[in-house]
């Protein structure tokens, strides 16, 4: 493969794995090296990705500095992607980072400015970003089709019980529960779709420990005026999800069940149905997004700052939670814009 990106991969559980393979298959990407602290972990990825035992490293600082690498795949438990990203910053390198992205507010902030202001692209894994059910929707918002008043939303799965055992049900490593796993895309794709800052929220959250949620309801305000009422379950019998954006214009209606096909409606104040999408909801389209990007040079669809908005919301959202009280999301002016 001449002049194939070579990312080195960070992180080789069965998700990192996963999305990994997805580089190994694209054709303008080769995997060259990769690292976990986990042996069993680094020797199944080794094989399934065809990288040699001399290129598969126990410590991600090693694989950095001894690898001739593009860029990296960050796909390590939620509360290393600080580190890992700062390690591969500093060696000037491409970022894959799989999400939320950083999960503390702070740390979020931080790494945005940086990123903002390095000449590498990094992009955040919300594949959302680049299904057409949501681009669709997006482009209805921007474009003044639709003026956003209220957003319902819920997503659905067995979170609890696949998760089990697992490290992301410690919340040193996660950085929360359900919320800040799967429930992640959800708040990502509306504060993306309805391009608003979220300003100020209310939750009730069930808790399997003290720090790990199971059920979220949030009542979210953005700074046009639009609220949102978002429901995340990781304790329920199937996979589904459903955003509709309702509002002047119209509204439009994401549904789907599973991880895979997404639907989109668009209907008109008078109910009738003015556009239609039907898309699988494909990891692949995303590491393909990234690989783009980085030989466009272009920004890539789902960036650093839209991850921040994200982490903001959540963190203010657990605080709700505790406190029984509405929240301001932590959002600042030099949040809102990218740096020049």
């Given amino acids: 493969m001449p002049n194939a990106l070579r990312i080195g991969i960070v992180g080789t559980g069965g998700w990192g794995t996963h999305i990994a393979e997805q580089f190994h298959e694209n054709p303008d990407a080769e995997v060259v090296a990769l690292t976990d602290i986990s042996d069993a972990n680094r020797e199944r990825a080794g094989e399934v990705l065809e990288v040699d035992p001399e290129h598969q490293y126990e410590g991600h600082r090693a694989m950095l500095e001894d690898e001739e690498l593009d860029g990296v795949q960050i796909s390590s438990p939620h509360e290393l992607h600080y580190d890992h990203a700062v390690a591969a910053l500093d060696e000037e390198l491409h970022i894959f980072c799989e999400k939320p992205f950083v999960p503390d507010l702070g740390r979020a902030r931080e790494l945005t400015h940086r990123i903002e202001t390095s000449d590498q692209v990094t992009m955040i894994g919300y594949q959302r970003h680049v299904n057409s059910a949501y681009v669709e929707t997006r482009e209805a918002v921007t474009s003044g089709d639709i003026e956003p008043k209220l957003v319902t939303a819920e ?10 055992g697992t490290w992301r049900v410690d919340p040193d490593l996660s950085g929360g529960g359900q919320l800040y796993d ?14 608003e800052i979220p300003v100020a929220v209310t939750a009730e959250m069930e808790f399997v420990t003290e720090r790990i949620d199971v059920q979220a309801a949030l009542t979210v305000r953005f700074d046009e005026g639009t609220v949102a009422s978002i429901t995340v379950s990781g304790d329920a019998p199937d996979v589904s999800e459903r955003i509709t954006v309702r509002g002047d214009g119209g509204r439009c209606t994401i549904q789907g ?23 699988e909801l494909s990891s692949y389209d995303k590491v393909d997004a990234f690989v783009q990007a980085v030989r466009s ?5 789902a960036t650093a700052r839209d991850a921040l908005y994200a982490t903001a919301l959540t963190e203010a959202a657990y605080e709700a939670a505790r406190t029984g009280e509405r929240v301001a999301v932590g959002i600042e002016s030099s949040d809102t814009a990218p740096s020049s």
């Avoid at 997503?155 to 089990?164: A, D, F, K, R």
């Avoid at 799967?182 to 391009?195: N, R, T």
């Fill in 182 to 195: 799967s429930g992640s895309h959800l708040l990502d794709a509306i504060v993306w779709m309805i391009d």
């Fill in 297 to 301: 040079g272009e920004t890539p669809p």
């Fill in 155 to 164: 997503l659905t799965q067995g979170w609890i019980q696949e998760v089990s």
């Fill in 257 to 279: 069940t599973g991880w895979s096909d997404r639907e989109l409606s668009i209907t008109d104040t008078e109910g009738t149905e003015v556009s239609a999408v039907s898309e």
